[in-house]
């Protein structure tokens, strides 16, 4: 099982294709409108398997005021 949570979203879909396992990912959006989000701000913030064994990832994009 490969922990996911708070980790780029990047990085976790490079991780889960190199062990040949399947995902979903669901975004979470801003109530306002933001300009173009790029895949690498985004991050997951959940995480859970399902009985098929398939992730299911929660992603949200980094807003920037987040400190590093």
């Known amino acids: ?3 996911a949570v708070a980790q ?3 990085s976790v879909k490079k991780q889960l294709d190199e062990v040949d ?3 979903i990912i ?3 959006r801003p ?3 933001v300009s173009s989000l790029e895949e690498d701000s985004f991050y997951v913030i959940r995480q859970q398997i399902d009985s098929d064994g398939v992730y299911q990832l929660v992603v ?3 807003m920037g005021k987040e400190k590093s």
């Open 1 to 3: 099982m490969i922990d």
């Open 31 to 33: 109530t306002r409108q």
């Open 8 to 10: 780029s979203l990047c």
């Open 21 to 23: 396992a399947k995902y």
């Open 26 to 28: 669901t975004t979470t």
């Open 60 to 62: 949200a994009a980094k």
